[in-house]
């Protein structure tokens, strides 16, 4: 076996090639040498005389990777097998039975042609239909995002960093702080109602000791404000109503402030209009408002085209197909009903989004179907492929299966490999792959299928059904320990990975993983200080690095430039997806920012996939936590991940968070020790224009917690005492008296109409106060 390939096999792989169970999974972590597997498993059927080379078929899912593999299966054995991908098994399986193939559609294999057909098939064929073009713009309006609200998280921090990622922005423009009031400001946009979203209230508020007062919205022609409240109906024991917040809000301090505000509508008499979070619950929160408003406004619907238009320049037009397209192919691929889709749909945790989808989704489906005529996509293919296979119409040569990259296989796929390995009772699967690397679930890949391998693929023996053999091959040849174990770990964190072992190819004593932190605006800087942090390492030798987006327009403008300034650096940019496969002695991972387009992406996750895939996945950030593992993984030496220092994301936050993956931080720390006392979020360091210190919530937006730094070094944040809450210190060494009434404000000195006081520094918003001691007029130190 030595001989098979050009290095001896691990004592994995060698139990890998030997294994041969009707069904045989092999777990190929990133740099385990899965292509030496599959290469001395051909070998090795040929040479022992278990398989004439004609009974092998090796399945890949591309024409480079089957090529490369059929080659060194013949420079090894002296044989030539079979080496094809899906499409051209399916594509010949057609072609010998019906004696010819139907022509392929020209989007089958080109993805921006394939959402350009989807998108236009949505504004014209089904925005068009009868009753269609109000549900697509409800559905823009309404369900374009998976409604949650703040009950659905355990924290606000947790819920303000749900609303961050998915960018509330209206159909105006303004970008809104909840679910709800973006439902309401699209509705009120939709009718033609004009609006101002949070404006400054109309009268002066000389006694108001709050923060200044912005209502929700205010109505420009008819002046009529609208107030939003997070409150939901509970019924007590006895059947009266009691409003609710959501557990984490003070609800009496909340109410209290409901009717602060109602009552400076009454003083100023200015009228005020409520909604409530009670009522998007019950499915009628626009229905409610238009019934409030009735007496006021005029709705005047705007014109379909022009809504379409500003759709588009916003950019939700093109996610929506994108998001389509996905449920498309898998819908096709797996064979899916509507039927069965709408019956998920109903047990769903969102049944009004999802069913509003299936009705999009529907004629969209017939149009594309109509618009294929007589051509066929690659789902069609492989569907009618399997469709002869089943029937005996083609007969298969083949008994010994041997698949690369399994955890891309989609439903579709799997139906025709156990439509082949079930022509003959000795046919064997042997599937390579690794589920920690899928990262194809756009394209129709299902991860499912390798999770529950033996219940998908297994055989039956004495009664038992699913029975497979799992072969962990453990060793990477590639990564540091300090960067392959760390990469095992944040994996891991999805408890529906399958665990294996990982064996690093070496050990080292440096730091394998950093997190370099830039100022917005500076992330040129931060790549430079990343790649003069390698060349320090490197020592004066040469050195591969890998740059790695999450989308191509990260792509650094001055790359060529950074290449003549760095000439003992070999570097060169790629998509995280690109990159699979690859490898580079460093690794630099861009913009690891918390926003829509940063690393994780929350585009592609979208819960309504749930309705046509088998098995949802119910773990946030699921696809794209793979996918930065992907992004670890491709490094030999070192991994620096770039970070927004006011927004890191959260795969950032976590890497330096948790001791365990033994992150470095690079530069200034981003990471703020300091946590806001309103929502739990992190307190940053920020500059004034004019120059002076001071800490603001990550939340500015959402949030708006300010305090000032330490009065005695103006530098840092007073903290609590682990063992004297009562007391707070400074990093300088300066202790404070804990304000009584706050959670993070601490107690100064102040003067008052009655002399000298202690006040909470967050004054006037917070009014904590007490009397100076007797025995001292200052603080200690």
Request: proline content about 5%.
């Amino acid at each position: 076996m030595d001989t098979i390939e050009s290095n001896p096999l691990t004592p994995e792989q060698r139990l890998a090639v030997i294994t041969d169970e009707d069904a045989t999974l092999v777990l190929a972590g990133a740099g385990s040498g899965k292509t030496s597997v599959i290469v001395a498993k051909a070998a090795y059927l040929i040479q022992r005389d278990i398989r004439p080379p004609n009974e092998i078929l090796l399945m890949a899912f591309g024409k480079d990777a089957a090529a490369e593999m059929a080659n060194r299966i013949e420079e090894r054995s002296g044989a030539v097998v079979d080496a094809l991908t899906f499409h051209a098994l399916g594509y010949g399986i057609i072609r010998e039975v019906e004696g010819g193939a139907p022509a392929l559609a020209p989007h089958a294999s080109d993805d921006t042609q394939f959402r350009a057909l989807l998108r236009d098939i949505l504004i014209n064929d089904v925005a068009t239909k009868a009753g269609l073009g109000g549900l697509l713009l409800k559905w823009f309006s309404e369900f374009y995002w998976p409604y949650k609200s703040e009950w659905d998280f355990k924290t606000k921090d947790e819920y303000y960093q749900y609303v961050e990622t998915h960018e509330l922005r209206t159909l105006q423009g303004d970008l809104v702080k909840s679910f709800e009031e973006w439902e309401i400001a699209n509705w009120l946009y939709l009718n033609g109602i004009a609006y101002e979203y949070e404006p400054d209230y109309e009268h002066d508020l000389p006694a108001n000791d709050r923060r200044a007062y912005t209502p929700d919205f205010r109505l420009t022609e008819s002046g009529v404000y609208i107030e939003h409240f997070g409150v939901r109906k509970t019924r007590g024991t006895d059947g009266s109503i009691r409003l609710t917040t959501a557990p984490y809000v003070d609800r009496e301090e909340y109410l209290e402030g409901m009717e602060w505000k109602r009552k400076i509508h009454r003083d100023h008499e200015t009228t005020l209009i409520e909604t409530y979070s009670y009522e998007r619950v019950e499915g009628e929160l626009t229905e409610a408002l238009a019934e409030k408003l009735a007496d006021y406004v005029v709705p005047e619907p705007m014109p379909q085209d022009q809504i379409f238009n500003t759709l588009s320049e916003l950019g939700q037009v093109d996610a929506f197909t994108q998001t389509l397209g996905t449920f498309l192919r898998h819908f096709k691929s797996s064979g899916g009903s509507l039927e069965h889709c709408r019956i998920r749909a109903e047990k769903s945790k969102d049944a009004p989004r999802g069913k509003a989808f299936l009705q999009i989704f529907e004629p969209l489906l017939q149009a594309y179907q109509k618009r294929l005529g007589d051509r066929i996509d690659f789902e069609d293919m492989i569907v009618r492929a399997t469709e002869h296979v089943k029937s005996g119409r083609y007969l298969s040569p083949y008994r010994h299966l041997l698949v690369d990259e399994f955890q891309d296989i989609s439903e579709g796929r799997a139906k025709l490999l156990m439509a082949l390995k079930g022509q003959h009772a000795d046919a064997r699967i042997f599937a390579v792959g690794d589920d920690w690397q899928s990262i194809y679930r756009f394209t129709g890949a299902d991860i499912h299928l390798m999770r529950d391998f033996g219940k998908e693929f297994g055989g039956v023996f004495e009664g038992e059904s699913g029975v497979h053999s799992t072969v962990d091959l453990g060793r990477t040849f590639r990564s540091v320990d300090k960067i392959a174990l760390p990469a095992r770990t944040f994996v891991l964190q999805n408890p529906s990975q399958i665990e294996k072992q990982v064996i690093p190819f070496s050990n080292t004593d440096d730091p394998a993983i950093k997190v370099g932190y830039y100022k917005r605006g500076n992330d040129d800087a931060a790549l430079e200080t990343a790649l003069e942090d390698i060349r320090a390492s490197a020592a004066g030798g040469k050195t591969t690095v890998l740059l790695l987006g999450r989308y191509r327009f990260l792509k650094p403008e001055n790359l060529a430039q950074l290449g003549h300034r760095y000439p003992e650096i070999s570097m060169r940019f790629m998509t995280v997806h690109a990159s699979k496969g690859l490898e580079a002695d460093h690794v630099v991972i861009l913009r690891a920012v918390s926003d829509r387009m940063g690393f994780p992406s929350e585009i592609v996750d979208d819960p309504l996939l749930d309705l046509v895939l088998p098995e949802p996945e119910n773990f946030d950030h699921a696809e794209e936590r793979r996918l930065f593992y992907v992004a670890l993984t491709r490094a030999r030496k070192s991994v620096i991940v770039l970070a927004d220092r006011e927004k890191p994301s959260v795969f950032a936050r976590e890497l330096v968070g948790n001791l365990e993956y033994g992150t470095v931080e690079l530069g200034e720390p981003g990471i703020a020790e300091h946590q806001c006392g309103a929502c739990g979020g992190r307190m940053l360091a920020q500059t004034s224009k004019k120059g002076r210190l001071y800490f603001a919530c990550e939340h500015r937006y959402l949030c708006g917690e300010m305090l000032r730094p330490c009065t005695e070094c103006g530098n840092d944040l007073p903290v609590a005492e682990p063992k004297n809450p009562e007391s707070l210190v400074c990093g300088c060494g300066a202790k404070f008296p804990a304000c009584p009434e706050c959670s993070d404000g601490w107690l100064s000195e102040r003067k008052g109409k009655w002399g000298k006081f202690l006040g909470c520094v967050k004054y006037p918003e917070c009014k904590g106060k007490k009397k100076i001691p007797k025995a001292t007029s200052e603080h200690r130190h």
